[in-house]
């Protein structure tokens, strides 16, 4: 048996394993619990989309939130029903075509699928004019472009109903449509990452002017990571509008875009499992700093809600990782089922392999 | 203008400025195929610029480059290499967070055929190709000694075996002609030595054209077959190593300069 | 339209203008000598009103010495903000230096929403201030007036230390070569440190001044004003100080006049000035004045 016929069933077995543990967590847990499980599992999707594009290809874009509010808005007017849509715009009728129709519960997966188009779509209409841009200018540029979406998604109220946001998605974004996105993504890109075209990408990462000098179509290769970054990116903010049942502006504000941040950061620019780990670990941690914002009442004593509490220590973990720790808990570096196995086999094996050859899946 | 008589590479009165300033200018040089010519010159006299217009890293003002006879003038540098003209940095630019053997795996991206999805969904073409591009680039790592160091990062590695990565990487291009930067460059004269001979040895087996800048006399002088000297951006001389070092515009130019680099 | 309403447009525009050239500047120093954009120079600007407000209301200090003090805290502020930030990364990969500085912009904002609160606080200005002049049909409010010549002075003031004193020798050979600058034996983080301080003090008065029109202040009021001014840089050519100033105006005239202009597009404003910050990156992203970058190989 070969090492990467292994590897292929080991991975098939743990995702095998992760939806018994969804469909245990699912049966048992509650309502809210499995809110936030929820939610971590739409960030790992939106985290390591990000991470392709900022920490594989080295290409600093502050734009995600525009991509997931593309796609947000696209799967809302996609499954939002009839009646509501009359609701939902009374003053000013729904744009042709999504008044005269709405896709029912089981064409949710191709309701993401559009969604995600949106998002690459977008991803390409930004990415062209901007990635000749490098470094500061790129991040403005998209910066800009993220920017003047939500702009339009506050003022194109035949499409989006303005601020006033849209009301009552079905919840259709269950615990295993987000599970099955968050694998879909990890897999994907993790297999991309190491691919030819991913050493492509991360060439240019780390030199542009030799990755060009190699041979790289350099535009080209920056341009295919932002489309298919932009695609999940659509895809996480479809499943967000579903989960949460209501999309504003507000909602894919740059404060999206900020947590996506400290989350590749924190797990390590260019590493999936970094991402992944720390997706999940950011979720939880949000959750549990939620108290300090509402207010409390201990006995007579009451405790006022802070608001912008968990902001200030998130921007404040943001700074002091940069400060501090920039490498984040994984560097650039992967868990593989080599590392694993050898872990297991060998205690003394030196550390996590860097960039390791052989298709590795975490 | 074509190219001139048959030869693989060609400059064409090139000139080239940055805000007015000429870095080189009314640049005539040809190279046939299978020779080793050594591009000299004193410090800032325009010879990474000439490689930078060779593999379009610069768009000349005026003049043209031609290569196998076709003109290449305004290419962009990673089509410059797909069509055969591969090059190596004097300041060694590899790809510090990536592995040795993923550095020469770079250059043999482009040689790739299988689509971003089938590498994406690890496609039974993909692997194959993916295989291939290994073996050629172990094959690469094994000529210049440094398939023990294949899963190594690159930007670990000591100088000179950082130089030879990048030597590698380039040849991973398939390249007819070669532009070598400094090779020899922070290498003692025990690596030098064995530089010159890896030099010729890779010109033979692979049937290369080689052009190279360096600093080390020894090294231009022991296997150059042609050398041009440059200062200012202008030609000076062009001849046999015995030729050149008998010139006395040189002499006074370049070697009045830095004699104790020849001494 | 008539000539009337332009003109007062004009005036208004001006007047917007001025105030975005005043955070422009601090953008454009920073950006001209370390390469980096200081995303937390919007929030300095909120520092400069909100100081400004608490030495009048609570120390109850006479207003031209409470405005005084508030650029000179917020100078300090700016100062603090690159020592213990961007000083510890200004090594590291360009990146590096830009997420510090998305997270010191979100840290400042989160500060002050948890420390003075998210509900507007209603800012005194002086008198002078509030009075509306008539000048035929057009009337003009004093801030629309005395924000272009208070700026207009400032303006002399800091375009002195920068092209007349030592300090702004040192600043200007930095942004020019910063490792010779250095060779040379000039201590370059403590030049670094003044032009913070000297941008921050540009960014407070404009703080004050932005307050003073619009006088109702909150710990986010830095965030669109920052991003308009920094447009301005770009559009002016980033790194260039003379641009920033016309970058100002320009971008306050946009601002103004597509509002007067096209009542309907008014809840596109914002949307406009991110496309033409977006446009001049894309067509020209050196701006009118910048000069052309060449990586060297």
Redesign the interface.
């Known amino acids: 048996m070969s090492d990467k016929f292994r590897n292929t069933l080991l991975t098939i077995a743990f995702i095998a394993f992760l939806f018994f543990v969804a469909w245990l967590a699912d049966s048992y847990l509650d309502e809210y619990v499995m809110r936030v499980v929820r939610t971590g599992l739409i960030y790992v999707t939106a985290a390591v989309s990000y991470n392709l594009i900022n920490g594989i290809a080295g290409q600093f874009s502050l734009g995600p939130n525009g991509f997931m509010a593309l796609g947000g808005y696209m799967v809302a007017l996609l499954i939002l029903p009839l009646e509501q849509k009359e609701f939902v715009w009374f003053l000013q009728p729904l744009i042709w075509p999504f008044r005269i129709f709405s896709l029912t519960k089981p064409l949710f997966p191709l309701a993401l699928a559009i969604g995600g188009a949106a998002g690459a779509l977008g991803a390409l209409i930004v990415g062209v004019p901007s990635l000749r841009l490098r470094g500061d200018y790129l991040a403005i540029a998209t910066f800009g472009f993220s920017q003047i979406i939500i702009v339009l998604a506050n003022n194109l109220i035949p499409v989006t109903n303005g601020a006033l946001g849209i009301k009552g998605i079905p919840e259709y974004a269950n615990v295993y449509w987000c599970l099955t996105w968050a694998i879909l993504t990890v897999l994907v890109i993790s297999n991309l990452a190491n691919s030819s075209y991913g050493r492509a990408m991360k060439s240019i990462r780390d030199d542009e002017v030799a990755a060009e000098a190699m041979g790289i179509p350099i535009f080209k290769h920056k341009l295919l990571a932002f489309v298919v970054s932009g695609f999940f990116a659509g895809v996480s903010g479809g499943l967000m509008a579903s989960l949460i049942t209501t999309v504003s502006p507000s909602l894919y504000s740059f404060s999206m875009t900020f947590n996506l941040l400290i989350i590749i950061v924190l797990g390590g620019l260019g590493s999936i499992t970094g991402s992944t780990i720390t997706a999940f670990a950011f979720t939880i941690l949000s959750e549990a700093l939620r108290f300090v914002e509402s207010p409390i009442n201990i006995g007579p004593v009451h405790i006022p809600g802070i608001a912008g509490m968990r902001m200030l220590v998130f921007s404040l973990l943001l700074v002091l990782l940069m400060v501090f720790y920039r490498q984040g808990l994984f560097g650039q570096k992967e868990i593989s089922w080599d590392w694993v196995l050898s872990h297991f086999k060998n205690r003394d094996y030196q550390g996590v392999k860097t960039c390791p050859q052989k298709t590795d899946r975490s | 203008m074509s190219s001139k008589n048959g030869s693989i590479l060609a400059l064409d009165n090139v000139t080239v400025s940055?805000g007015g300033l000429l870095a080189v200018s009314d640049f005539d040089f040809t190279l046939q195929r299978g020779e080793l010519v050594g591009l000299i010159g004193p410090n800032g006299a325009g010879k990474?610029t000439v490689f930078?217009i060779i593999?379009g890293?610069?768009e000349p003002v005026s003049g043209k480059v031609f290569f196998r006879g076709q003109d290449i003038t305004g290419w962009?540098?990673?089509?410059v290499?797909?069509a055969g003209i591969?090059?190596t940095?004097q300041n060694m630019?590899?790809?510090?967070?990536?592995?040795v053997?993923?550095?020469v795996?770079?250059?043999?991206?482009?040689k790739?055929r299988?689509s971003?999805l089938a590498?994406?969904?690890?496609l039974p073409s993909?692997v194959k190709?993916?295989r291939q591009?290994?073996t050629k680039a172990m094959e690469l790592l094994d000529r210049v000694g440094l398939v023990d160091l294949a899963?190594t990062?690159a930007g670990s590695l000591p100088y000179g075996q950082q130089r030879r990565v990048e030597i590698a990487?380039?040849l991973a291009?398939d390249p007819e002609v070669l532009l070598l930067d400094e090779p020899a460059a922070g290498m003692n004269p025990e690596e030098t030595m064995r530089l010159m001979e890896f030099i010729c040895g890779v010109r033979d087996e692979f049937g290369l054209t080689i052009l190279l800048i360096e600093h080390d006399m020894k090294l231009v002088m022991g296997i150059c077959e042609r050398i041009r000297v440059i200062d200012y951006g202008m030609s000076i001389a062009e001849g046999t190593p015995e030729e050149i070092q008998g010139n006395p515009k040189v002499i006074s130019a370049y070697l009045g300069e830095e004699a104790c680099d020849y001494a | 339209m008539n000539a009337a309403v332009f003109f007062q447009q004009l005036i208004n525009g001006m007047s917007l203008g001025s105030l975005y050239a005043l955070l422009a500047i601090g953008y454009t120093m920073v950006y001209g000598i370390l390469r980096f954009i200081n995303f937390a120079h919007s929030d300095i600007f909120m520092v400069g009103a909100y100081s400004a407000f608490f030495f009048i209301v609570i120390f109850r200090i006479p207003w031209p010495l409470a405005a005084a003090l508030a650029v000179c805290f917020t100078a300090l502020v700016g100062m603090t903000i690159d020592r213990v930030a961007y000083r510890p990364v200004r090594d590291a990969p360009r990146i590096s230096a830009l997420i510090t500085a998305v997270g010191v912009s979100s840290f400042i904002e989160n500060l002050g929403l948890v420390t003075v609160g998210a509900r507007p606080k209603a800012f005194e200005s002086p008198k002078f201030m509030s009075r509306v002049f008539h000048i035929g049909p057009v009337s003009i409010t004093g801030v629309a007036i005395w924000v272009p010549i208070i700026t207009f002075m400032l303006l002399v003031v800091m375009m002195y230390i920068v092209y007349r004193t030592k300090i702004g020798m040192a600043m200007r050979s930095v942004s020019t070569d910063i490792e010779a600058t250095r060779l040379m034996g000039v201590d370059v983080d403590k030049v670094i440190s003044y032009t913070f301080a000297l941008g921050s003090a540009l960014a407070a008065a404009g703080g004050i001044l932005w307050a003073c029109k619009y006088p109702r202040i909150t710990p986010l009021m830095g965030v669109y004003p920052g991003w308009k001014a920094f447009t301005a840089a770009v559009v002016g050519g980033i790194g260039s100080i003379p641009g920033a100033m016309i970058g100002g105006f320009i971008i306050g005239l946009i601002e103004v006049m597509t509002v007067a202009f096209f009542p309907d597009l008014s809840g596109y404003r914002d949307g406009v000035i991110f496309l033409v910050l977006v446009v001049f990156l894309l067509i020209r992203p050196t701006g009118i004045l910048g000069e052309t970058l060449k990586e060297k190989v």
Do not use: I, K, W
């Not at chain 2, 962009?76 to 089509?79: E, F, S």
């Not at chain 2, 590498?119 to 690890?122: D, G, I, P």
């Open positions: 940055f990474t930078n593999t890293q610069y962009r540098p990673d089509r290499t797909c591969a090059r940095f630019r590899l790809f510090e967070g990536l592995t053997l993923d550095n795996l770079v250059a043999r991206h482009s790739l299988s971003m590498a994406a969904l690890n993909y190709e993916e591009a290994e899963h990062q990487r380039a291009a």
